[in-house]
């Protein structure tokens, strides 16, 4: 559970976005239940990312620390390990450097924490880009692993804090997924019985938008996407592993370089939905969202 003293560290993973760092940076700093520090981490040099950096540490009292991990796995879930080891508050939260936290993200996580005597306490989601705003996923009580590994029920990578006892029992994130790495923290967080609570308020803002975001269409989704199947497959239950191949295949038949592949991969989307299946998304279309930004867009997966 927490106590009323638990102190909150934050970790904000960054990779060349100093353009939306300060304000991940500023909404952390500017929490009605202040945090005890902010570790920023970037995985490669990053002078800009350091100046937005330096520029929070001297208006701030809450210690704000940049430091650049040039060694080791690169990717946002080492970041977030790296981080979470230089800091030493009770209770872990983590924030992309593209997001934003509303400003009682904490207070209200925390106390949801507290009245359910949790390890875990994670919002709704909005999702934003220059172009749209819209209701992003809304996470529900009371999951079990088994439900959370094909479709992610709505955690990611900054919606959530963590007790550290729980963050450190679990290994933190997995730095061999390059993405599902959130999917797959929380699977095995249920896996070995923790529990979390949900505070049903959208606190968390997702930026949608064409830097570089780890759910981009691309073949390294599709093939972090098959390095997950492959860690999860004795979980995978049929419609599970099915779904999962649908993904991936989507996502070739868009991103592939040439006509022929790309026809590949949708007569499989075709084969794994079904007639029924296929007839359905056919006729339901696919809608407009806050993922698509200026031409570019993403599967919901």
């Known amino acids: 559970m927490t106590e009323t003293g638990d102190t909150v560290s934050v970790v904000i993973p960054t990779h060349l976005r100093a353009e939306f760092l300060g304000d991940a940076i500023r909404s952390v700093l500017a929490q009605t239940r202040p945090v005890f520090e902010v570790v920023i981490v970037s995985d490669v040099p990053d002078a800009d990312a350091a100046a937005v950096s330096a520029s929070a540490a001297e208006t701030s009292s809450i210690p704000v620390r940049y430091v650049e991990r040039v060694e080791g796995a690169r990717g946002a879930s080492a970041s977030r390990n790296h981080g979470a080891s230089l800091t030493t508050g009770d209770i872990i939260g983590f924030l992309d450097d593209d997001d934003i936290w509303e400003i009682d993200f904490v207070a209200k996580c925390m106390d949801a924490m507290a009245e359910g005597r949790v390890d875990l306490g994670v919002s709704w989601i909005v999702e934003f880009s220059d172009q749209h705003e819209k209701p992003g996923h809304s996470m529900v009580d009371g999951l079990r692993a088994d439900q959370v590994l094909a ?88 419609s599970d592993r099915r779904e999962l191949r649908q993904l991936v295949h989507r996502i070739r038949s868009r991103c592939s370089p040439h006509p022929v592949t790309r026809a590949y991969h949708l007569a499989w989307v075709a084969v794994l939905y079904g007639p029924t299946g296929l007839a359905r998304k056919l006729r339901s279309g696919r809608q407009k969202s806050a993922y698509e930004v200026a031409g570019f867009s993403e599967p919901r997966t």
Do not use: C
């Open 151 to 238: 479709i992610n029920p709505g955690i990611t990578g900054s919606n959530f804090l963590i007790r550290r006892s729980a963050f450190v029992a679990l290994g933190g994130f997995d730095q061999d997924l390059p993405v599902k790495n959130d999917t797959d923290f929380f699977a095995r967080f249920l896996r070995e019985g923790r529990t979390y609570t949900v505070v049903p308020e959208r606190l968390l803002r997702q930026r949608k938008h064409r830097t570089g975001q780890l759910t981009a269409v691309n073949e390294a989704r599709a093939r972090g996407t098959e390095l997950f199947i492959a860690k999860h497959n004795d979980y995978l239950s049929r």
